[in-house]
């Protein structure tokens, strides 16, 4: 159940299954056209809950934005899904640049270079390489 915060200022719990941070705190500022804080993961947990809260709000997506507060998974995951033509989705210049499209400046090729030059130990990239 959403949890009003103060006028149409809403919580609402998305449970993160096998995460150990168990859930995200989305937010919904219900108006006339309403804004979403972010989405939670790609799962249908995530999505029945997302949905059911906005449903008990009286909100319905096509009358809703989305405003995702970085690119991680557990706050964008949903939003592609959720999004019905006519949804704006908002994110930072910065993340902007990491997706796929004219706009990308970072490549995940490029990506172990970057975490090296900026300190992160080349023999624990190389150990992550090779588990995933």
């Known amino acids: 159940m959403p949890q009003e915060l103060a006028?149409?200022?809403f919580r609402i719990d998305v449970p993160l299954p096998g995460n150990p941070l168990k859930n995200l705190n989305a937010y919904l500022i219900r108006g006339s056209r309403s804004l979403l804080?972010?989405?939670g993961f790609r799962r249908a947990e995530c999505r029945d809950a997302l949905i059911g809260a906005l449903d008990s709000l009286g909100v319905a997506?096509?009358?809703?934005?989305?405003?995702?507060t970085h690119m991680h998974s557990d706050h964008s995951g949903l939003a592609a899904e959720i999004a019905v033509p006519?949804?704006?989705i908002f994110i930072s210049e910065i993340d902007l640049q990491s997706l796929p499209g004219k706009c990308?400046?970072?490549s995940w090729d490029?990506?172990?270079?970057y975490f090296a030059?900026?300190?992160?130990?080349?023999?624990e990239l190389d150990?992550?390489?090779q588990t995933n």
């Open 7 to 9: 006028p149409n200022l």
């Open 37 to 39: 804080i972010d989405t």
């Open 61 to 68: 997506l096509a009358d809703t934005d989305i405003f995702l």
């Open 86 to 88: 006519g949804t704006r």
């Open 104 to 106: 990308c400046k970072y």
């Open 110 to 113: 490029s990506s172990d270079d």
């Open 117 to 123: 030059a900026n300190g992160f130990p080349r023999w």
């Open 127 to 129: 150990n992550i390489t």
